[in-house]
Each structure stands twice: as structure tokens, then as C-alpha cells.
């Protein structure tokens, strides 16, 4: 497993941030540039095709299959590696943007506890629209964040609202901003809420 690395072991906080299809993990771990917050540990692993799935998260489970149960595995190697390093995983947040949003949400759901946070930019739970989610756990009043344009060409807006439905279900505390346009990209705003969340 690639990793990137930023930060000192010793902090108090750690994040695993996944990039999105067709970039490399410096695309996202520059993200930490703009956070406010210095004690952070954040690895984020390298998708060895510079993609954790073929196909859109909307796609039928089986078609992006076993490359998504393969990119599941290696978020978990990465609870692993923080874990080992004595990091709690209330004192660990995950972040994904675009197919690492997918992602990250996707794990969370699967494994549902109490996390520092989990941050979704323009992302939402894999599989067909419509679908219904049978995930079953408790999320312990989890921060989840879910940021999207209203018309991102990528990421149907009601997939974002299945998916704050489906976490609020897990007792996780969901704020949801829904932005005018139709941009696939981080913004000023998304910045801003991650650092509330992580300060």
C-alpha cells in the first residue's frame, strides 16, 4: 500500500484522506495546507490505478466489484496503521473528495462508530439511485459533512440526500451544505466547515 504522509505521529489527531479518480494522493493531502489546525497526523493511501473503483458509485455494487471491496480493505489497513500508532478512533476523521468521498462515506456506513469526523466533498453512499441501504449501527453522534453542487455533473443531489437520510439513521449528526452550480470542486465554504469541525 502507497501512502503519503504529513505530520508529526505524536499529535492528537489523525485523518485518512482519499483522493478522487484519476488524481494521486498529493491532490488531496495539499488539502491540509488550509487547515487550521497543526496537530494533525494525516496519511492517505495511493490508488494503485490512480482509481478505487471502474465505474460510477452509481453503478450496480457487483459491476465495480472487486475493486471496491480491495479499496474498502485498504481504508481499513489504514485504521490499522493509525491504531497501531496509539491513535484512538474518536481522534481519527476521514475526508474524501469526489470517488475518495464515495469512498470514505461508503466505510464509515459499513462500519459504523464513533468517529472525530467523516467529511464527504461531492461524494455519497455507492451503489444504484434508489437503493435501499440496509447499513445497521450506531455512529455516536459522528460529525458527517456533506458538501455538494446542487448540479454536479457527477454526484446526483439526491444520492446527498440518501445519504445524510441514511446516516442520520445511524445516530450520526449530519450537516449538509447544498452549493448553486453545477462545479465539482472544493470550495471556500467546505474549507471553513472543515476546520469548525476539527478545531
Known amino acids: ?7 508529526n505521529e505524536n ?34 493511501p495511493q490508488a494503485e490505478t490512480r482509481e478505487w473503483y471502474p465505474n460510477r458509485f452509481i453503478a450496480p455494487i457487483n459491476k465495480n466489484q472487486p475493486h471496491l471491496d480491495n479499496a474498502l480493505r485498504t481504508v481499513d489497513k489504514c485504521f490499522e496503521k493509525l491504531l497501531d500508532k496509539g491513535f484512538e478512533k474518536e481522534n481519527i476523521f476521514l475526508l474524501g473528495f469526489s470517488q475518495g468521498a464515495c469512498l470514505a462515506l461508503e466505510y464509515a456506513a459499513r462500519n459504523p462508530c464513533k468517529y472525530k469526523a467523516v467529511i464527504g466533498l461531492s461524494g455519497g453512499l ?29 454526484i446526483p443531489v439526491e444520492r446527498v440526500e440518501e445519504t445524510a437520510h441514511k446516516f442520520e439513521e445511524l445516530n450520526a449528526v449530519v450537516n449538509k451544505k447544498i452549493y448553486p452550480g453545477g462545479q465539482h470542486t472544493i470550495n471556500e465554504d467546505e474549507i471553513s466547515k472543515i476546520n469548525e469541525i476539527l478545531s
Open 1 to 7: 500500500m502507497n501512502l503519503e504522509i504529513r505530520g
Open 11 to 44: 499529535a492528537d489527531l489523525a485523518g485518512i484522506m482519499i483522493h478522487g479518480r484519476g488524481a494521486t494522493t498529493g491532490s488531496i493531502i495539499n488539502l491540509s495546507g488550509q487547515l487550521e489546525r497543526e496537530d494533525i497526523y494525516i496519511i492517505a
Open 126 to 154: 455507492i451503489g444504484p439511485l434508489g437503493k435501499e441501504f440496509d447499513h445497521r449501527g450506531n455512529m455516536q453522534k459522528t460529525e458527517v459533512f456533506l458538501g455538494c453542487s446542487e448540479k454536479d455533473p457527477h
